[in-house]
């Protein structure tokens, strides 16, 4: 898709890309969809709330508004956190919800006696035919070993997570995929560095990318790995040696007081922030010959988290 000038803002030399344009072909196909497919019972979200995490609070405003505005049923249950997995349960079996999602992180790393963490068996527990962000082990599993669809017959795709499919189409807006190469080769030849490995975001993103053809470097608070073509390979690379040798940079670390330095970055170079705090200095960017600065991503995210729901519903509600 090509920009114009109202895709982005411009400064001296960089160019800061707007989600919001992005997101709205995506949130006009599911409106004329739902008005002329489910205006009488259109697909129910269900978002399950139990903390006070900025992110998370702000996720939630965020879809519950764009709900409202595209014709989809939102209700978030807030509950305690010792409630989640029973109010789960129930909307796992009430036929009238169509999606059911967690706004994450609901215990954290609290270690679980059903498993890793409390989260993680949370994800789990999510029945796959109402997973609308993708991360239960049944999506996990086919993501991580390059399978994009349930059956045989190629009859049901696979719901990928919210936020990395998001910067999916971002890349795909700024024209980073190469079209005249077939599906699973469109990214060949792309570096990408990925500065986060949480479930939700860092480690499905790169395994998506590596999917489409790129040497991802992901990086973690302590360590360094390059994916590609689906193989996790140990790099002696540094943070900054992967940065510096990207055409491509996606942050996502949660808190304020991080910053990419500027300097790693070279000219031509795209830019994602996925994080809710700013995780590098803009106007300092804006100064780099030929970036592109995409400084948040959410409107897509939720585009792409009603576009899941819209196949779950499709799919395999009863209730229509």
């Not at 679980?112 to 949370?122: E, K, Q, R, V």
């Not at 990395?164 to 005249?180: R, T």
């Not at 990207?246 to 994080?275: C, F, Q």
Request: net charge neutral; proline share 5%; charged share 25%.
């Amino acid at each position: 898709m090509n920009q114009t000038k109202k895709d982005y803002h411009s400064s001296e030399n960089g160019k800061t890309v707007l989600a919001a344009n992005i997101a709205e072909p995506f949130r006009k196909e599911i409106r004329e969809t739902i008005s002329s497919q489910y205006i009488e019972r259109p697909p129910k979200l269900v978002g399950i709330l139990s903390n006070n995490d900025y992110g998370a609070r702000k996720y939630a405003e965020w879809t519950k508004r764009a709900c409202a505005a595209d014709g989809i049923t939102y209700e978030m249950r807030e509950v305690p956190k010792h409630k989640i997995e029973e109010v789960l349960e129930e909307a796992n079996q009430d036929p009238q919800v169509s999606g059911i999602m967690i706004y994450y992180p609901a215990f954290g790393n609290t270690p679980s006696f059903y498993g890793t963490s409390m989260d993680d068996y949370l994800r789990d527990t999510i029945c796959p035919t109402k997973d609308v962000e993708g991360l239960c082990y049944t999506y996990r599993n086919k993501l991580y070993r390059n399978q994009r669809f349930l059956d045989t017959e190629k009859q049901n795709k696979c719901v990928l997570p919210c936020t990395p499919l998001a910067c999916v189409k971002v890349l795909e807006y700024l024209d980073e995929y190469d079209n005249s190469n077939v599906t699973g080769n469109r990214l060949n030849g792309r570096i990408i560095t990925v500065i986060n490995r949480s479930e939700i975001v860092g480690r499905p993103l790169a395994a998506m990318l590596a999917n489409d053809g790129a040497d991802v470097y992901s990086i973690d608070i302590d360590t360094v790995y390059l994916m590609r073509r689906g193989q996790l390979l140990e790099t002696t690379d540094t943070p900054e040696t992967c940065v510096r040798k990207s055409n491509i940079v996606i942050t996502g670390v949660p808190t304020k007081e991080y910053r990419l330095p500027t300097d790693w970055i070279a000219p031509n170079t795209t830019v994602i922030n996925v994080s809710s705090f700013k995780n590098i200095d803009e106007t300092t960017l804006m100064k780099v010959p030929g970036i592109k600065y995409v400084p948040l991503v959410g409107k897509v995210t939720v585009a792409m988290l009603e576009r899941n729901l819209l196949r779950l519903h499709k799919n395999y509600s009863t209730f229509q």
